[in-house]
């Protein structure tokens, strides 16, 4: 991604509702599905890695009840990580990713995949990273339909629905346990949103991505946490987002 877009989300992603409710549904799979305690019940330290991490706001969400670890391509990113505590590598898909196979518990590709030419390398990749049982949680944009320059400003090479998520990651040897549209609610609205920026033909130049007044970013994460509650448990038929979470045999 441009070094602006870095910019940009280490201004707002502590505050934005969509960046903070992603990252509370991400903590959310991780406590359903990656068995934070020991056999007798204790909690445990899960080993997390976060591959394309960014500038790590979602890995200090976790380093206090977790072992956490980042890459990333961008030297900016690794700075802004650093400021929050964070240790990010540098490494780039497929193979310069500079952490040892089977060593962890839970690998994390939000919104990366999506960055990836080839995906199911990228993937496949990530899943030798895993020890067995762990999980791999994984976000990607949904439907190709709703492309717009806001993509090619992040260097997207694709937007996926469910069955895409599922070939690539089924392809690579994961037990899919969870796979399901999000931010569902919020759908009707964005789409439209992004309908009418489409008909108007204005290109977006500029990564700026402002935060929304107070009451109304307060609503939108409100409406869009509350979905971590809902995946897996509720059908979700659409949604801005694709959610999946697998685990190696």
Known sequence: MRDDVYEEMFRIEDTHWWYVSKQRIVSELISRYASPTGQNGAPRRLRIADLGCGCGAMLNKLKAAHDVVGVDPS???IEFSARRGIV???GSFPNEIPLAAGEYDVVMMLDVIEHLQDDYAGVKTAGRLLDAGGIMVITVPAYQWLWSDWDELHHHFRRYNRKMLRDVVASNGLDIELL???NT???PLAAAARGVHNLRKKK???ADMKVPPGPVN????GIYSFERHLLGRLPMPFGLSVVGVARKR
């Open 75 to 77: 030297p900016l990113a």
């Open 88 to 90: 990010v590598q540098k």
């Open 180 to 182: 399901s549209y999000a």
């Open 185 to 187: 609610t919020l759908f």
């Open 204 to 206: 977006i130049e500029s």
């Open 218 to 221: 307060a609503l939108f994460r």
